[in-house]
């Protein structure tokens, strides 16, 4: 199924901010990797990042330094430069360890 040009906007705008959102997290050490799941008909509520990291020690000292609370807000500040306004940043964005 084809996205809306509405859908295709805010995938443009989403996706700007996801590439910010990756580049700083690349800064903390054990992080690999960023993904999200979306689904328009309900965003930004069903917006979910996953910083993965490549293991359980360094997710454990990242979390322990605050930084999945910093990683938050500056989702919520990017999206809301971009117009779109997360309601409970903590919903949107977790720190994901290997599987």
Do not use: W
Not at 8 to 16: G, I
Not at 28 to 52: A, E, M, R, W
Not at 67 to 73: N, S
Request: proline residues 3%; contains cysteine; hydrophobic residues 40%.
């Amino acid at each position: 199924m084809k996205m809306s040009k509405i859908c295709q906007r805010l995938n443009k705008k989403l996706l700007a901010v996801l590439v910010k959102i990756n580049e700083e997290a690349k800064q903390i050490d054990g992080f690999t990797h960023l993904s999200h799941t979306v689904q328009f008909d309900y965003f930004p509520g069903s917006l979910l990042v996953h910083c993965h990291f490549s293991e359980a020690q360094q997710l454990r000292i990242a979390q322990n330094s605050h930084v999945e609370t910093k990683l938050q807000k500056q989702l919520q500040k990017l999206l809301l430069k971009q117009g779109i306004v997360l309601k409970d940043p903590k919903i949107n964005l977790n720190l994901q360890g290997p599987c």
